[in-house]
């Protein structure tokens, strides 16, 4: 019987995740039954939602028992099919599956990827993946981003913040990401073709904001809340819109987290504030997909991905999301397709 690798979530982290908060363990991998295929990971999605899942707060999922595998999604390759449609070589997105080397899954549980040429299995992590389809619905179908208007977007050198910016060009915004590293920044205006960024880590965001944003800013692309949120509340137009995608500072929080102090703002501007969850738009992928997928054939959409090699390297390599040490999507590199 094949040997299986599965982080297994030991006891829920207090703040960051720590030593002995996650098992690396060995089991049997389960038989494939009929209509069910058996699919070895070849790149884990690391996310912040990760983080959440191991809490016990209240959040759009159950979150992962301790003593359960700790979950997440991917891409994998097909290795043993008794389900019509998947044959042993096909690349597939794993679905909902865990922190592991193998799964067997309903073969309808997981969908087959399309080989596009010229284009890397990675991209269907980033900006073909749930990231992609993350920023496309959430800027596009709350965000409803108008030519010569002003978008901001916090992380922006993050998986989704950078997809956003791209696609706020692409429908004639005016872009500013928000990012903590004088690299990202750069990244963000000489590569994604941002209007502007601002090293957080360096500058007042504020008069920032201010000097970029003359005119106001009328979508605020929200991945982190805290101060910066707070800050960008008070230059906020009439009748912005603002796409609440996550709240990145505060996950690892031990404490109540204070604020937002501007709140008050959202009244006074008339915003619309809609808190999103990419599955939401479940049955809308095929329209992100195609939309994406065009614009990153035709140059429009450029990508990065940072990628840690070897299973045993996940619950580490989580923390680069909160530290912002990393550049685009964050992938851990598990097996070769051959």
């Known amino acids: 019987m094949v040997t299986n690798k599965v982080w297994t979530l030991r006891k829920r982290p207090v703040g960051d995740v720590s030593d002995g908060d996650l098992e690396l363990e060995e089991a049997p991998v389960p038989a494939v039954g009929e209509g069910e295929v058996r699919i070895r990971t070849l790149f884990l999605s690391l996310d912040p939602t990760n983080r959440i899942w191991m809490s016990d707060r209240d959040q759009y999922m159950p979150p992962v028992e301790v003593g359960d595998p700790m979950?997440?999604?991917?891409?994998?390759i097909v290795e043993e099919s008794r389900f019509d449609g998947l044959?042993?070589?096909d690349i597939v997105n794993t679905g909902l599956g865990t922190w592991s080397l193998y799964h067997v899954k309903k073969g309808s549980e997981v969908t087959k990827l399309p080989a596009l040429p010229g284009v890397p299995l990675t991209a269907f992590m980033g900006p073909l993946g749930m990231t992609g389809m993350t920023a496309y619905f959430g800027l596009m179908d709350i965000g409803k981003p108008k030519p010569g208007e002003t978008l901001v977007v916090s992380a922006a050198a993050g998986a989704v913040g950078s997809m956003v910016g791209q696609i706020g060009k692409i429908q004639g915004c005016r872009v500013v990401g928000i990012a903590g590293s004088d690299d990202k920044c750069r990244w963000l205006t000489q590569t994604a073709g941002f209007d502007a960024a601002i090293n957080y880590k360096k500058e007042d965001v504020g008069a920032a904001l201010d000097r970029h944003c003359?005119?106001?800013?009328?979508?605020?692309?929200?991945?982190v809340g805290g101060e910066i949120m707070d800050t960008i509340l008070t230059r906020l137009?009439?009748?912005?819109?603002?796409?609440?995608?996550?709240?990145?500072?505060?996950?690892?929080?031990?404490?109540?987290?204070?604020?937002?102090?501007?709140f008050s703002m959202l009244l006074m501007r008339h915003v619309t504030l809609?808190?999103?969850i990419v599955t939401d738009y479940m049955e809308?992928?095929?329209?992100?997909?195609?939309?994406?997928?065009g614009w990153l054939l035709e140059g429009k959409i450029k990508f990065e991905t940072d990628i840690v090699d070897g299973l045993e390297n996940a619950p580490a390599s989580l923390e680069r999301l909160f530290s912002g040490k990393n550049l685009g999507k964050l992938v851990v590199k598990v097996s070769d397709p051959d």
């Open 284 to 293: 809308r992928f095929a329209e992100g997909m195609q939309a994406m997928a």
């Open 214 to 223: 003359p005119d106001g800013i009328d979508i605020n692309f929200e991945n």
């Open 71 to 76: 979950r997440g999604g991917g891409i994998s």
């Open 237 to 262: 137009n009439d009748f912005a819109r603002m796409p609440l995608c996550g709240l990145i500072s505060s996950y690892n929080a031990t404490e109540p987290v204070p604020g937002p102090y501007n």
């Open 87 to 89: 044959q042993p070589g």
């Open 274 to 276: 809609k808190g999103f």
